[in-house]
């Protein structure tokens, strides 16, 4: 639970030497001064937000600007105004919003599927530390190749269709998941195990009770990490061989030498990816608030 802390602050009324009459006179009394350090936070988080808002727009309208005087070159670097334009033509012409959903919904399952599996996996490590002085240098190694590198081959083994992007986007997630929940087994304090077995718990009941809370901290702080991570693969796979995605459009308008189009990707993906790390952040404080609630 969230305290406010609050100062106090008394002032005393100081007599001059100089002035007999104000010294003679009666003392006042201590008057409290209480700053309100909630109210301040709120004030500086608004400051903060307002600040945001003022950059994004500084950025946009010096773009709009530069493009406009011949400061920037607008067929590299497009406009803001066209970029706009564009993208209302391609929502309401194009597939630009079938794009979106194809491109976000492997990025999802693939943080999904890669996020439970990765954790699972280093949990698992907890019941014989065998298993796990094995598995650990090659989940070392798993993490350390870069994995986009395996994408011709998984489009290749699953095709061009959605699953391969899914799969993509799992091998960039399952490897971190699997290694920030095993760090978690590494860090449980031994003495709770032992407590736990000294009053009667069984081995299952110590590691649903004891391990798998403690090692939460760990797995929700990669949850951010395998966002951006699922984002990428989804991407790369699109890059290879796709039919939809905002990833085969922006190939698309490559070839094709459409300068506004390839912003337009551009654009929507840092808004995409944006909205979904946003997502993640309220995903992390809801499962945090459960967690202190155990």
Same mark, same amino acid.
């Given at each position: ?6 100062? #106090?602050?008394?002032?005393? +009324? ?6 007999? +009459? ?29 600040? %945001?808002?003022?950059?994004?727009? $500084?950025? =946009?309208?010096? @773009? ?6 011949? &400061? ?7 406009? !803001?105004?066209?970029? &706009?334009?564009?993208? @209302? ?7 630009? *919003? ?26 698992? =490590? ?5 298993? #796990? ?8 190694? *798993?993490?350390?190749? !870069? ?6 081959? $998984? ?11 899914? +799969?993509?986007? =799992? ?6 998941? /699997? ?33 798998? !809370?403690?090692?939460? !901290? ?9 966002? #951006? ?13 796709? %039919? ?8 698309? /308008? ?33 499962? +945090? ?6």
């Amino acid at each position: 639970m969230e305290t406010v802390q609050k100062k #106090a602050f008394v002032i005393h +009324a100081v007599p001059h030497a100089d002035e007999p +009459a104000i010294a003679a006179a009666p003392a006042l009394k201590a008057v409290p001064l209480i700053i309100d350090e909630e109210k301040k936070e709120r004030k500086r988080l608004q400051t903060i937000r307002a600040l %945001r808002l003022l950059a994004a727009v $500084l950025i =946009f309208v010096g @773009w709009e600007v530069f493009t406009r005087v011949g &400061l920037m070159d607008p067929y590299f670097w497009s406009s !803001p105004g066209a970029i &706009l334009k564009t993208t @209302w033509t391609q929502m309401t012409e194009g597939k630009l *919003l079938g794009d979106i959903a194809y491109t976000s919904s492997a990025t999802i399952l693939g943080f999904i599927f890669g996020t439970l599996c990765g954790a699972l996996l280093g949990l698992s =490590f907890w019941w014989s530390r065998t298993y #796990a002085g094995v598995s650990e240098p090659y989940l070392i190694i *798993l993490n350390a190749m !870069p994995k986009l590198a395996l994408a011709p081959v $998984l489009v290749i083994l699953l095709g061009i269709g959605f699953f391969s992007k899914v +799969a993509l986007a =799992f091998s960039m997630t399952v490897v971190v998941s /699997a290694l920030s929940a095993y760090s978690g087994v590494k860090s449980v304090d031994p003495d709770m195990e032992k407590l736990m077995y000294s009053l009667g718990a069984k081995r299952r009941q110590v590691f649903t009770k004891v391990v798998v !809370p403690w090692s939460m !901290p760990w797995i929700i702080s990669s949850l951010r990490i395998n966002i #951006a991570l699922a984002l990428a693969g989804a991407i790369v796979g699109e890059f290879i061989a796709s %039919r939809q995605g905002v990833g085969r459009m922006i190939m698309y /308008a490559g070839t094709i030498l459409d300068i506004n189009l390839v912003w337009v990707g551009v654009v929507v993906l840092s808004v995409l990816s944006m909205v979904m790390y946003w997502g993640v952040v309220i995903l992390e404080k809801w499962l +945090a608030k459960g967690l202190t609630k155990q």
